[in-house]
């Protein structure tokens, strides 16, 4: 059985989002940490801990 993830889009994001396949998969975690260089902060930490005020302005859900 395979699993795939699916974001809908902007606004689908909340709080907490990721983490599980991040601790779990070393494939996730890589993306995630490119993420953060390219973007030049924790968008990861952002994603994984908020506060969900955070998260929801469009250039962070868009990564600029």
Do not use: R
């Not at 993830?5 to 070393?26: A, C, D, N, R, V």
């Amino acid at each position: 059985m395979k699993t795939a993830y699916l974001f809908p889009g902007q606004g689908s994001q909340w709080t907490g989002m990721g983490y599980e396949i991040y601790h779990k998969y070393p494939e996730a975690k890589a993306v995630f940490d490119e993420g953060d260089e390219v973007v030049g902060f924790s968008l990861s930490q952002m994603c994984f801990d908020g506060p969900q005020v955070e998260l929801d302005p469009i250039p962070n859900q868009q990564c600029w």
